[in-house]
């Protein structure tokens, strides 16, 4: 069978700005060409995927998501993160980073090996492109729904530890930079390539700046679990809106941010410095019920999921309805969205060489989407992964 693939007649996203009526050429898992159907033709033997009325984009990419379809990255090991991967195809993700939560130290070792060893040992899904370490290095007092018993001050030689065990795959890891150690835990972050995000945290304005000149360059959930955005006392929120060094996290569900917040981000930072984010968990694709998330229980009722206490607890989102959320909460184009699901978080992967974006050469990672966010294809390496059903 031929391993060439042509996606025709649809509207692609590439850097350089939106092809109407384009030809999509796939060839060994890599993208041939891209432009024009008038100036690129499919070779004989392709398989022609009709994409008219459809937008083809880069495929996504979440950089914090902590389940779904009924499994937890904290708890059902190497096998359950493989289900996890299988079932993100559905929504238009081809890479993730697994992500986990403040835990005890051996649970947490333990989640990370499962992470470490699904990388390692690949089958049909999403790719695994790093591991997002939330925690346990925060702020008790803005734990969220982290667990408690997991949150410990910062400790540069147990932080070793999770990043041996990663072995090299540890990308982004949420601290609070408030606390005490957390420059030395910082620098030794810097040094393993290791992003820096700021998140968990009571940190007040000066205070983030330092972490920022530190080393941080990231922001996780941006404005959640962190002081609310005060004109007299600025904040970590503030401090993430105004400095450029920080790239922010987004998650937008219409539960965790106003969308009119979500507006507020996207036109202070921009495209190029927003990634949206799901932070779900192990209900999506499930019906209302209690789930887990690491050591908690959690209620979900419709795109609602809570603590016993009230508490907003991860999420029901998809990386395809977050797209369509910020198009309508903040007017961001497809364009915008492509570069915010995922050259944006490729580039928090060091992935960015490879995949990312809609260029020739690049990894045929693709998410093709109607104009209402239903995934109709997504091709994962060059091959039909996941193919939807009709509206």
């Not at 692609?12 to 898992?29: H, Q, R, W, Y």
């Not at 969220?144 to 070793?160: K, L, M, T, Y």
């Not at 995934?375 to 059903?389: D, K, N, Q, R």
């Amino acid at each position: 069978m031929s391993d060439r693939l042509a996606l025709v007649g649809g509207r692609a996203l590439t850097p350089e700005g939106e092809i109407k009526d384009a030809t999509v050429l796939v060839e060994g898992g890599r993208i041939r060409a891209v432009g024009p159907g008038r100036d690129v033709q499919p070779e004989p033997g392709s398989r022609i995927l009709d994409a008219r009325g459809m937008l083809i984009l880069p495929g996504f990419i979440d950089t914090h998501i902590h389940g779904s379809h009924g499994d937890d990255v904290m708890l059902h090991g190497e096998e359950g993160i493989h289900r996890i991967a299988a079932d993100l195809l559905r929504y238009g993700v081809t890479s993730w980073q697994p992500s986990t939560l403040s835990a005890r130290h051996d649970d947490l070792m333990r989640a990370i090996e499962g992470c470490r060893r699904a990388a390692e040992r690949p089958r049909p899904g999403a790719r695994i492109v790093g591991i997002h370490i939330e925690g346990p290095y925060i702020n008790v007092r803005k734990k969220g729904a982290q667990p408690e018993e997991g949150i410990r001050p910062p400790d540069p030689d147990q932080c070793r530890q999770y990043l041996g065990e990663a072995g090299g795959l540890a990308r982004i890891m949420t601290l609070a930079p408030e606390l005490d150690g957390a420059e030395e835990l910082m620098k030794l972050l810097r040094e393993e390539n290791v992003v820096i995000s700021l998140g968990h945290s009571e940190a007040d304005y000066d205070l983030a700046l330092h972490a920022i000149e530190c080393g941080a360059s990231h922001a996780t959930h941006l404005f959640n679990a962190m002081p609310a955005l005060n004109h007299r006392e600025p904040g970590l929120a503030a401090a993430c809106l105004n400095e450029p060094e920080i790239t922010a996290e987004i998650i937008a569900d219409g539960i965790h941010l106003h969308p009119q917040v979500v507006n507020l981000a996207f036109r202070a930072k921009g495209p190029e410095k927003i990634a949206l984010v799901t932070d779900a968990m192990s209900a999506v694709g499930m019906p209302d019920g209690t789930y887990t998330l690491g050591a908690h229980t959690v209620l979900v009722e419709g795109d609602r999921c809570t603590l016993a206490d009230g508490t907003i607890a991860s999420s029901m989102l998809t990386m395809n309805r977050a797209v369509r959320n910020a198009m309508a909460f903040a007017g961001a184009s497809w364009g915008d969205a492509a570069r915010m699901t995922a050259e944006v978080p490729a580039r928090l992967s060091g992935v960015l060489h490879d995949r990312g974006t809609l260029e020739a050469g690049k990894r045929a990672d693709l998410a093709v989407l109607r104009e209402d966010g239903g995934v109709a294809y997504t091709i994962l390496e060059g091959a039909v992964a996941f193919e939807g059903t009709p509206p």
